[in-house]
């Protein structure tokens, strides 16, 4: 019951992407989303950044699961390199 009242106050409060979140961590559940990936130079398309929000439950799944940084940011940027190489390696076993 008290679970859900805490996710009833919170869709009243709360909008799009900071509900989910707000969610998962009150759930303590790990979350991660793309906000947006950005081409910076439309003719040269390896530039560019995708833009990450998380909680800090999806921070501690990821020191648990061994990654470390100096903050938050470090964190996630060591996961995500290490998603990107493992797409990479998958994409290059298939061809």
Do not use: H
């Not at 979140?21 to 910076?40: F, G």
């Not at 060591?78 to 390696?89: A, I, Y």
Request: hydrophobic content about 40%; overall charge negative.
């Amino acid at each position: 019951m008290v679970k859900f009242i805490r996710r009833m106050f919170a869709k009243a409060r709360l909008k799009d992407n900071s509900l989910e979140k707000q969610l998962a961590s009150i759930n303590k559940e790990p979350w991660v989303k793309v906000l947006e990936v950005k081409m910076q130079d439309p003719n040269d398309p390896r530039t560019g950044y995708f833009e990450l929000d998380w909680n800090d439950s999806f921070v501690a799944s990821l020191s648990e699961a061994g990654y470390s940084g100096r903050n938050d940011d470090e964190v996630v940027e060591q996961w995500f390199n290490d998603l990107c190489r493992g797409v990479v390696s998958n994409e290059s076993s298939v061809l």
